[in-house]
């Protein structure tokens, strides 16, 4: 595995590790930022792998278009990329923060952080 590819794949490991301490401890609006950052980074590690240099961008599904996988994801995967899109962008925003806060509870926050370990493990398993 080349050095790029590494890279992302261990900062994506650092988020899973960021998102199981955040739900620890009930943070939980960062569970699902932290999940999206990780299905983000893996998507990005498979796109370096390929020698290409990864976009400055955070769309799930664009990233999973332009690494290829995107056709291979069933729709249970596609679903979580679904779901992690609004966590990422709206939890950057004060006044969203609330509104999302009161929609993560806990068993919600666990069955995305067991989803997104699958995934990831999933996404690394292609390279």
């Given at each position: 595995?080349?050095?790029?590819?590494?890279?992302?794949?261990e900062l994506a490991e650092y988020d899973l590790?960021?998102?199981?301490?955040?739900?620890?401890?009930?943070?939980?609006?960062?569970?699902?930022?932290?999940?999206?950052?990780?299905?983000?980074?893996?998507?990005?590690?498979v796109i370096a792998s390929a020698g290409a240099?990864?976009?400055?961008?955070?769309?799930?599904?664009?990233?999973?278009?332009?690494?290829?996988?995107?056709?291979?994801?069933?729709?249970?995967?596609?679903?979580?990329?679904?779901?992690?899109?609004?966590?990422?962008?709206?939890a950057r925003y004060p006044e969203e923060k609330?509104?999302?806060?009161?929609?993560?509870?806990?068993?919600?926050?666990?069955?995305?952080?067991?989803?997104?370990?699958?995934?990831?493990?999933?996404?690394?398993?292609?390279?």
């Amino acid at each position: 595995m080349d050095e790029k590819t590494s890279y992302w794949l261990e900062l994506a490991e650092y988020d899973l590790e960021t998102a199981r301490a955040m739900l620890e401890t009930g943070r939980y609006l960062y569970v699902g930022f932290m999940c999206h950052q990780v299905v983000e980074k893996a998507l990005k590690a498979v796109i370096a792998s390929a020698g290409a240099q990864p976009p400055y961008i955070h769309n799930l599904s664009k990233l999973a278009e332009l690494s290829g996988l995107y056709e291979r994801l069933d729709d249970r995967q596609k679903d979580l990329i679904d779901g992690l899109e609004s966590l990422n962008v709206q939890a950057r925003y004060p006044e969203e923060k609330e509104r999302i806060f009161r929609t993560l509870s806990p068993d919600y926050c666990r069955r995305l952080l067991v989803q997104t370990e699958e995934l990831f493990q999933w996404i690394r398993a292609t390279l």
